[in-house]
């Protein structure tokens, strides 16, 4: 089939685009209260222990001399990272190592968030993607300011990255999916076309009356949509994916904290109105947990429905605060570091990872955390070599 250019599209879904070309009158106003940047709490986090405490983004305190480039992370690249990085993937993955077949990514949000731009300095995407590279990952998700088509497949390429996916944000209320939702959701098909890409994310955009409820949806009196809804959600989705594989890309759905979609059960009553030979899940640990689910189980249950996997943790303080309603929504969980590095926080990496070895999984394991305390490219370091210990260990634990 031919895929719609990307410009064509009426409405902007804002993750992967540059903040001029999002339409900022379609995020949800913040509260004076959460404007205030949060900090940490006294004592340092769990992921301060890991390396050396890190100071603040933005802070006053005098960085360490070396190299630097436009967003005080790694220096820009001047020439192909391929050498290097390839040198260092191969330190990171060894033979024996649980998981052979999958590939690793990591999403660009920690560097830039797009639904709270005001966490931190905006990076350009030459950073991002330096950094990426220079911290062991294989791919990336298409990111905020990201360039598209033939200029985005040679950035990718001179640091030996790939298009993992392009993450779709489809405007739904308790009615259902709105108007604008196929255009955006052949737009973001589009811009994954174009730039090589081979994974289609989709997901639902945030909804007050659901933020509100974060971490709670499963209690009674939170909005959720009707058998009708539902079966309008299914309608659109199965039309999407199924331009996306005609184009020759996968699909899958990701479940969100903040969404129509958050909880298991929400996730199996869209399951059951979609084919799967269409549709796939993209589970992510971290929403699963804070929507009241096991990952480990769901993998379990799930099996080869489930094509990709975003791993990240959840701050067990930040999670209780936010369950207990002394956080006014989800929004203001992030805002908190409800998320935080692998290792550091509640989810059980070691039978998430087993779980998937038990099928040979050959997806995309992509590294995630929508914000964090210190440099975006320490948080990325962290996450890519707590993963790559516990590949090695379960490979260890369990040779081939």
């Known amino acids: 089939m031919r895929v719609r250019p990307a410009q064509r599209a009426h409405h902007r879904s804002r993750r992967g685009l540059s ?46 001399q070396t190299a630097r480039g436009s967003s005080g992370g790694a220096a820009v690249v001047t020439v192909s990272l391929e050498p290097q990085v ?18 690793i990514g990591a999403v660009p949000i920690l560097w830039n968030n797009v639904d709270q731009p005001d966490l931190a300095t905006r990076v350009d995407a030459t950073t991002v993607l330096d950094e990426i590279a220079r911290t ?25 990255l790939r298009l993992a996916e392009v993450y779709v944000s489809l405007p739904c209320s308790v009615d259902g999916p709105g108007d604008d939702a196929l255009d955006v959701g052949r737009e973001r098909l589009a811009l994954l076309h174009e ?4 994974v289609l ?18 209690d009674p009196g939170t909005p959720r949509l009707d058998d009708a809804a539902w079966q309008r959600l299914g309608v659109l989705v199965e039309r999407i994916a199924r331009e996306a594989v005609a184009a020759g890309h996968s699909v899958s759905f990701h479940q969100h904290s903040g969404t129509f979609v958050e909880t298991p059960e929400e996730l199996d009553r869209l399951l059951a109105v979609t084919d799967p030979a269409l549709l796939g899940i993209c589970l992510d640990v971290a929403h699963w947990t804070v929507g009241g689910g096991d990952p480990a189980e769901a993998l379990r249950r799930y099996g080869d429905r489930v094509r990709q996997v975003h791993l990240k943790d959840v701050d067990a303080d930040v999670l209780a605060e936010l369950r207990g309603g002394r956080l006014a929504d ?19 990496l070691p039978a998430v990872l087993g779980a998937l070895a038990q099928r040979d999984y050959a997806g995309w394991l ?35």
């Open 19 to 64: 903040r001029r070309q999002a339409r900022t009158g379609q995020r949800r106003p913040i509260s004076r209260c959460d404007q205030r940047r949060s900090r940490p709490r006294s004592g340092g986090s769990r992921q301060d222990r890991l390396v050396g405490r890190a100071g603040l983004r933005g802070s006053s305190r005098k960085p360490r």
């Open 86 to 103: 390839d040198r260092l993937r191969r330190t990171l993955r060894r033979p024996g190592d649980a998981l052979p077949r999958a590939s």
């Open 136 to 160: 062991g990952y294989e791919g990336t998700q298409l990111g905020n300011g990201f360039p598209r088509g033939v200029a985005l497949r040679e950035m990718l390429a001179e640091r030996a």
């Open 195 to 198: 730039g090589g890409g081979e």
């Open 201 to 218: 994310t989709l997901a639902l955009a945030g909804s007050p009356d659901r933020s509100v409820a974060s971490g709670r949806a499963a």
């Open 330 to 348: 989800f929004d203001a969980a992030i805002r908190a570091r409800l998320f935080t590095e692998l290792g550091a926080g509640v989810l059980a």
């Open 366 to 400: 992509m590294v995630e955390q929508d914000s964090c305390w210190g440099p975006p490219a320490e948080s990325a370091a962290i996450g890519r070599r707590v993963l790559a210990q516990e590949l090695r260990r379960l490979g260890d634990d369990h040779p081939a």
